[in-house]
């Protein structure tokens, strides 16, 4: 049985990886809760040399002087009340979990998109509302108990612009519910959906999909598609005017597709580096074979 959530808690265990878990933590510190230990993925290598680099959450929690540590098991040994667990990319184990009461910071409306890229899957998904869940952690992925939710409107923003916004509401929610006390968790109600990491295949632009939904990859980051062959990067564009053409033609600016078009604005050709679409026709000297598939 997992441990029981305590009411006040007020020296915490944290355990997170990526940029995402930096600004929960701050909000923490900031709040006056003391941070016994952090616990974070292990340093690795992230360009082309051979030194080693520390997670985001690392470099921050020593900027902060908090205790790191990359072993689960250090936990064991720390006095806690609680654990706060926010992107941590670790599976936490049921002899954890009987010891350290645990609640994880989870960037979407539960259950609908439990898993790893909640974000990703619902702009992918066109969905209009998504938000934050802090939820009690359990042996399976993100079934626990709800202890505070809040919605967030997706709208146009990209991948990087939601991800930021709902960091930035979640961190709020976690410090105001810790401070006014855990109340009893509600169980999770609905059909779960999953979010299964995102693979380049998911960002391949089909241009014979409808164009709301190759602007959700292309707001997601990475969309891409093949021209002359190569893989084309589509990183900015609007919805555009109904052409006449066939899908895939290009049309000035535009690109036809199935029920209208699209206008680029910002692209990338494979070996070069991004500029506008402008820039890059300009040079790309186009003949009335070209198109993108």
């Given at each position: 049985?997992?441990?029981s959530?305590?009411t006040?808690?007020?020296?915490?265990?944290?355990?997170?990886?990526p940029?995402?878990?930096v600004?929960?933590?701050v909000?923490?510190?900031?709040?006056?809760?003391?941070?016994?230990?952090?616990?974070?993925?292990?340093?690795?290598?992230?360009?082309?040399?051979s030194?080693?680099?520390?997670?985001?959450?690392?470099?921050?929690?020593?900027?902060?002087?908090?205790?790191?540590?990359?072993?689960?098991?250090?936990l064991?040994?720390?006095?806690?009340?609680?654990?706060?667990?926010?992107a941590?990319?670790?599976?936490?184990?049921?002899?954890?979990?009987?010891?350290?009461p645990?609640?994880?910071l989870h960037?979407?409306?539960?259950?609908?998109w439990?898993?790893?890229?909640?974000?990703?899957?619902?702009?992918?998904?066109?969905?209009l509302?998504?938000?934050?869940?802090?939820?009690?952690?359990?042996?399976?992925?993100?079934?626990?108990?709800?202890?505070?939710?809040?919605?967030?409107?997706?709208?146009?923003?990209?991948?990087?612009?939601l991800?930021?916004?709902?960091?930035?509401?979640g961190?709020?929610?976690?410090?105001?519910t810790?401070?006014?006390?855990?109340?009893?968790?509600?169980?999770?109600?609905?059909?779960?959906?999953?979010?299964?990491?995102?693979?380049p295949?998911?960002?391949?632009?089909?241009?014979?999909?409808?164009?709301?939904?190759?602007?959700?990859?292309i707001?997601?980051?990475?969309a891409?598609?093949t021209?002359?062959?190569?893989?084309?990067?589509?990183?900015?564009?609007s919805?555009?005017?109904?052409?006449?053409?066939?899908?895939?033609?290009?049309?000035?600016?535009?690109?036809?597709g199935?029920?209208?078009?699209?206008?680029?604005?910002?692209?990338?050709a494979?070996?070069?580096?991004?500029?506008?679409?402008?820039?890059?026709?300009?040079?790309a000297?186009?003949?009335?074979?070209?198109?993108?598939?």
């Amino acid at each position: 049985m997992i441990a029981s959530l305590p009411t006040n808690p007020t020296r915490l265990v944290y355990l997170g990886t990526p940029e995402i878990a930096v600004s929960p933590l701050v909000e923490l510190c900031d709040a006056g809760f003391e941070i016994a230990m952090v616990v974070t993925g292990r340093d690795k290598r992230r360009g082309r040399g051979s030194s080693l680099s520390h997670s985001p959450v690392k470099v921050k929690a020593l900027e902060l002087g908090l205790p790191v540590t990359h072993e689960l098991s250090d936990l064991l040994h720390v006095e806690t009340d609680l654990g706060v667990v926010v992107a941590f990319g670790q599976i936490i184990s049921k002899n954890y979990l009987e010891q350290i009461p645990m609640l994880n910071l989870h960037f979407s409306l539960l259950p609908r998109w439990r898993g790893a890229a909640p974000v990703e899957r619902s702009i992918l998904a066109g969905d209009l509302i998504t938000g934050v869940c802090l939820m009690v952690v359990e042996e399976e992925l993100d079934t626990g108990s709800i202890c505070a939710r809040q919605e967030v409107e997706i709208g146009d923003q990209t991948g990087d612009e939601l991800r930021q916004n709902l960091v930035e509401v979640g961190s709020s929610m976690l410090v105001k519910t810790l401070k006014t006390g855990l109340k009893m968790p509600v169980p999770q109600t609905g059909s779960p959906t999953y979010a299964h990491k995102i693979s380049p295949d998911d960002l391949l632009l089909d241009w014979n999909q409808p164009v709301e939904e190759l602007m959700n990859k292309i707001r997601l980051g990475g969309a891409w598609t093949t021209f002359r062959g190569n893989r084309f990067k589509i990183w900015s564009a609007s919805v555009g005017s109904a052409l006449s053409k066939p899908v895939g033609t290009i049309s000035d600016d535009q690109v036809a597709g199935v029920n209208g078009s699209l206008k680029l604005l910002e692209v990338q050709a494979e070996n070069r580096g991004r500029q506008s679409f402008d820039s890059w026709q300009s040079g790309a000297r186009l003949n009335s074979e070209d198109r993108f598939i």
